[in-house]
């Protein structure tokens, strides 16, 4: 990095809305850097198997546990983020999800409408499919006849993915460690390649530990992976490091004296993967394992959803209860299970804080709704298993927290919230953010897509509060 340069935006964080912020202020000419804790892989150098990633494309090896150890969060530690390592679902929020964060935030655009064209600039940035039927594999096809026998509804899960070349015997679970073929369209695949072009500056393996707002000028200090310190600045700064992310560095930075809502208000999506035991073998890894979501009015109003999903045994492993014999009795039967998880939208906030050496601390419980949502949905998946003739249940002994949302609130109050209505952290002009954080509560939706059109709406925000552009 040449000394002294002074960069029109400072971007932390290259998940999902950093690529796509960065795409669009590179596109208007704008001198751009796109810092990332992680490593950046190609399709070659991506971990063949779930242990090394793990160990490689997640933040503490793979699980951080939450005060009580109830529920395990992940965390993506990658150039790329979430895109890479999840399952590529795309959709849009409905207007139960747009009516809660408006009701909640006072923010005027978030309904439908008013989101529906950043949703067409997303959607025109990525390929989108569904998995063809003739390549549904068995975990797939007992979770839509066990819909079908108990008469629920169910919809194919939107994929944000192109030639995954399934004809060829090509299996989705390696794409949970990236994917090889570059069929999914993952930040890297899709707008970061585009910024890049475009002059975007990437610095990886760096983790950025504080920022300091001299009013224009931004200055980020950053911990190489070798241990050496990297100083940079710039006139503006965008967060896109996540709710956890985002809320250590603020809170770490010293900015939670004036914005005492950092760290509030931190949500997920907990997920409870069930699997169902059958006489003959499901081969669950195999193929296209996920190509279907609930789509029942009587789920949404009750707080959950299922999807049929499937993980690598190392994580079934850590899933399947017991120990010794029994567990080892368990996973002999790995290529005869099924697998439904059950989400839920969560209803009790949790808190992001961190100690004295600056290390976020995650407190987040269910509530007794929260656990009665995971119950309700927990008994549909045994109707759904028995329907379709599984000789045995078993239960995961353990939540995952997935889709980390929130601790730097969208709104128009900066006594309840982070960010401001324009993107900016409020009475920060400087400082953006229009990642998960921003999100005021738990939509109960996949939030990929609307991060990707968030951050669309915020991009143009910025450019024209900063002039870039124009």
């Known amino acids: 990095m040449e000394p002294f340069r002074i960069f029109d935006f400072i971007i932390v964080g290259a998940g999902i809305s950093g690529p796509f912020i960065a795409d669009e202020l590179c596109r208007a000419g704008a001198d751009c850097l796109l810092i990332e804790a992680g490593k950046k892989y190609t399709r070659k150098t991506y971990p063949t198997n779930g242990l090394d990633g793990n160990s490689q494309l997640y933040w503490s090896g793979g699980l951080e546990l939450g005060h009580d150890c109830k529920l395990a969060f992940l965390r993506p530690k990658v150039v790329g983020g979430g895109s890479i390592v999840n399952q590529a679902l795309v959709d849009r929020f409905d207007a139960d999800a747009w009516n809660s964060w408006r009701s909640q935030s006072g923010v005027d655009f978030f309904n439908v409408e008013d989101m529906a064209p950043w949703y067409d600039k997303a959607e025109d940035a990525i390929e989108i499919q569904e998995i063809p039927a003739k390549f549904r594999n068995k975990n797939a096809e007992i979770f839509d006849q066990g819909f079908k026998n108990m008469n629920y509804q169910n919809a194919p899960l939107r994929r944000a993915q192109s030639n995954c070349r399934l004809e060829e015997g090509n299996c989705c679970i390696e ?8 069929s999914k369209q993952s930040t890297p695949e899709t707008v970061l390649k585009t910024a890049l072009e475009n002059g975007l500056t990437l610095v990886s393996d760096t983790e950025v530990i504080r ?14 992976k070798g241990g050496g310190e990297a100083i940079f600045r710039g006139r503006h700064l965008v967060l896109g490091g996540g709710a956890i992310g985002n809320a250590r560095l603020l809170l770490n930075s010293g900015f939670g004296k004036e914005l005492p809502h950092i760290g509030k208000g931190f949500y997920c999506h907990p997920q409870f993967m069930s699997f169902g035991v059958y006489d003959e073998k499901i081969n669950s890894h195999t193929g296209a394992f996920q190509a279907f979501k609930s789509d029942d009015t009587g789920f949404r109003k009750e707080g959950f959803k299922l999807e049929n999903v499937y993980a690598g045994p190392e994580a079934i492993a850590l899933l399947v209860p017991d120990f010794g014999l ?3 009795e368990a996973m002999e039967k790995l290529s005869h299970f099924a697998c439904i998880e059950v989400c839920t939208r969560d209803t009790h906030p949790g808190r992001i804080k961190v100690n004295r050496k600056g290390k976020a601390l995650i407190r987040k419980v269910q509530n007794e709704e929260d656990r009665r949502r995971q119950d309700k949905g927990t008994r549909v998946i045994e109707n759904i298993f028995k329907s379709t003739n599984a000789r045995e249940i078993i239960h995961g002994r353990f939540g995952i927290g997935l889709h980390l949302m929130g601790c730097c609130a969208m709104g128009t109050d900066p006594a309840t919230s982070v960010v401001s209505p324009d993107f900016h952290l409020h009475g920060h002009s400087h400082i953006f953010a229009a990642d998960s954080s921003i999100f005021p509560n738990a939509p109960g939706i996949n939030p990929s897509l609307t991060i990707m059109a968030m951050s669309k709406r915020a991009a143009d925000a910025i450019l024209k509060q900063t002039n870039y552009g124009q």
């Not at 920022?211 to 190489?224: H, S």
């Open 175 to 182: 794409c949970l460690n990236g994917c090889r073929l570059g």
């Open 211 to 224: 920022v300091e707002d001299n009013k224009g000028d931004i200055r980020v200090l950053g911990l190489e």
């Open 326 to 328: 029994p567990h080892q």
